[in-house]
């Protein structure tokens, strides 16, 4: 969606009654104040739009209103009457729920276990009725056209159909206020419109809903209201026609911006591919049935896209490539040479980097300080006899932060007290710091706002303008084609072709994805 038309709906009610409401909320930790007189009202069937930049505050006030944080000062009202939730569960059954961008599931658990966790179906008031769950969970897997056995070990799913898990368990408590904290961050296109419709029906329903994306066209798409958040404080609140697309990142960011996808420079790009040593080669790459044939080549200074649908094999393939997956055939090089026997700590030390799209489970530390995170890749070449030179550790992590923009009350700070794109920015900081050749960026920007797209692209740019080749993938089509000087088509684990990205349209992209015409391009192994 490129245009800032109103929401395809109409609330019946000019005024809609206030289901939540907050009046001068303020939250401090330590030093940070991370919200600052902050009044918010979530109104019976009305989708309420949060935005603003990683940092802005967000995160916290959901914490907030789900009874993670109390405010330091400020009320919080449902239905009129004054409460004060002192823990997640005392909100929930107040019939404030939350479905969150990082899953907080049990993967070695059912997906009806999941779905009715602490509110399970009983008989005789004591035992789990498991057969009333499992028909119960089938319905709502029904409704959510999700293709998953209820039995089904959670973890056995896909990234995708577990946050779709996800939202179905927090439907499934009865909601009066439904937050939903980037819903769609892992969600296919098809899995996205179910969701779309599911929130449409809530709102019918009369529910508070309360969403939370960086995707600005799925916010014009499903929004009544806007909240704009910056540095801990509401600076504008309106209707999508009071607040078109230009004025909301504006408000976002406290300046002009180009837009969210006009940020790439793509000046001197045209002799991308004209180095004969490609600077990463794959040849019939397999592992399982999820890399069924793979074949690429990456050229120093281009930017190449693997473009899939969810379920294509994107992330495996990245993988199998790095290392972190034995392949069972095919053929890995780096400027010429085989890398044999690979494994992550062997590619990193021949200039391979990877960034994975589950920052939660396989990027973060999150016990360790900002600082750790930054540095963990680059210990063996900061260390002497086992001893890490904090003269070296320092600056590496100085000089990451201050090109990423990482915002963060020092290097000592935890990880986790990082908002989610912050978080994002110190891992691409952590790739960087090995000074590879090669980058394999699986879904970079997933989570992340405007204001970091445009820093995190500039970064990616200008390493590929010094020499650098980069692999990367994204859910928004949209960002793939403003990034990559070309994409290589993957479905159901193998490579069929490719196209150049200067003047394609998402759709022409998404049609041979899916089938719909014949491979636009010429051969994908062609740097």
Same mark, same amino acid.
């Given at each position: ?6 929401p ?13 409401d ?6 401090t ?13 979530l109104r ?13 505050g ?9 009874g ?5 000062a ?13 823990s ?31 509110h ?9 009725d ?5 028909e119960?969970?089938a ?14 070990k ?11 898990v ?18 769609t ?5 098809a ?11 809530l ?8 969403f ?6 799925e ?13 801990g404080?509401?600076v ?5 026609q ?13 300046r002009?911006?180009a ?7 793509r000046?001197?790009?045209?002799d ?9 080669? &794959?040849?019939g790459?397999q592992?399982g049935?999820?890399v ?11 930017i190449?896209? $693997? ?11 990245f993988k ?11 053929? &890995? ?5 085989a890398?044999?026997?690979a494994t992550?700590a ?18 973060i530390f ?19 006899f ?18 990423l ?6 290097p ?11 978080q ?5 900081a ?7 050749? &090669?980058?394999?960026l ?20 200008q ?13 928004e089509?949209e ?5 990559t000087?070309r994409?290589?088509m ?6 069929h ?12 992209v998404?049609?041979? $994805?899916a ?13």
């Amino acid at each position: 969606m490129t245009t800032d038309a109103a929401p395809a709906h109409t609330v019946a009610d000019a005024t809609p009654r206030a289901v939540l409401d907050t009046r001068g909320v303020s939250k401090t930790f330590g030093v940070v104040r991370a919200l600052r007189d902050v009044s918010l009202t979530l109104r019976a069937g009305e989708v309420h739009g949060l935005v603003g930049e990683n940092g802005a505050g967000k995160s916290t006030l959901i914490k907030v209103l789900t009874g993670f944080h109390q405010p330091d000062a400020g009320t919080l009202a449902l239905d009129g009457a004054s409460v004060a939730f002192d823990s997640p569960r005392a909100a929930q059954r107040a019939g404030v729920c939350a479905v969150y961008q990082e899953i907080n599931l049990i993967p070695e658990r059912s997906v009806a276990d999941n779905i009715f966790l602490c509110h399970e179906p009983k008989r005789f008031g004591i035992l789990t009725d498991r057969k009333q769950m499992l028909e119960r969970t089938a319905q709502i897997v029904q409704r959510y056209r999700l293709a998953v056995d209820p039995a089904a070990k959670l973890g056995t799913l896909g990234l995708g159909a577990q946050q779709m898990v996800a939202i179905a368990r927090g439907v499934s408590l009865g909601a009066r206020v439904l937050i939903l904290d980037e819903p769609t961050s892992a969600l296919s296109g098809a899995e996205v419109d179910v969701l779309f419709d599911v929130v449409d029906a809530l709102r019918a329903e009369g529910i508070a809903l309360l969403f939370v994306s960086h995707r600005l066209s799925e916010c014009y798409r499903l929004c009544d209201r806007f909240t704009v958040m910056r540095d801990g404080a509401v600076v504008r609140t309106g209707t999508p026609q009071e607040l078109p697309r230009a004025a909301l990142i504006a408000a976002m960011l406290g300046r002009e911006s180009a837009g969210e996808h006009a940020w790439t420079d793509r000046s001197g790009k045209a002799d991308a591919g004209a180095s004969t040593t490609p600077a990463l080669e &794959v040849d019939g790459l397999q592992w399982g049935n999820r890399v069924r044939d793979v074949t690429m080549r990456v050229a120093p200074r281009e930017i190449v896209g $693997l473009a899939g649908l969810l379920g294509s094999g994107r992330t495996e393939t990245f993988k199998t490539i790095f290392g972190a997956q034995k392949p069972d055939a095919g053929d &890995v090089r780096l400027a010429g040479r085989a890398l044999t026997h690979a494994t992550p700590a062997r590619s990193i030390g021949r200039g391979l980097a990877f960034l994975s799209e589950d920052r939660r489970a396989e990027g973060i530390f999150p016990r360790l300080s900002v600082r750790e995170n930054i540095v963990a890749s680059l210990l063996p070449r900061i260390s002497r006899f086992g001893f890490i030179s904090r003269a070296k550790e320092a600056q590496v992590v100085r000089e990451a932060i201050a090109r990423l923009g990482i915002k963060t009350a020092g290097p000592g700070a935890l990880i986790t007290t990082l908002s989610g794109g912050n978080q994002q920015k110190a891992l691409i900081a952590r790739c960087l710091s090995t000074q590879p050749d &090669v980058l394999l960026l699986d879904d970079p920007t997933r989570g992340i706002d405007v204001g970091a797209k445009e820093e995190v692209h500039r970064v990616v740019q200008q390493l590929a303008q010094e020499g650098l080749a980069v692999v990367v993938t994204s859910s928004e089509m949209e960002e793939l084609l403003a990034l990559t000087d070309r994409l290589v088509m993957l479905n159901e684990g193998a490579t069929h072709g490719g196209m150049p990205t200067a003047g394609a349209h998402p759709d022409d992209v998404l049609a041979v $994805l899916a089938g719909q015409v014949a491979d636009a391009g010429p051969d994908s192994g062609g740097a």
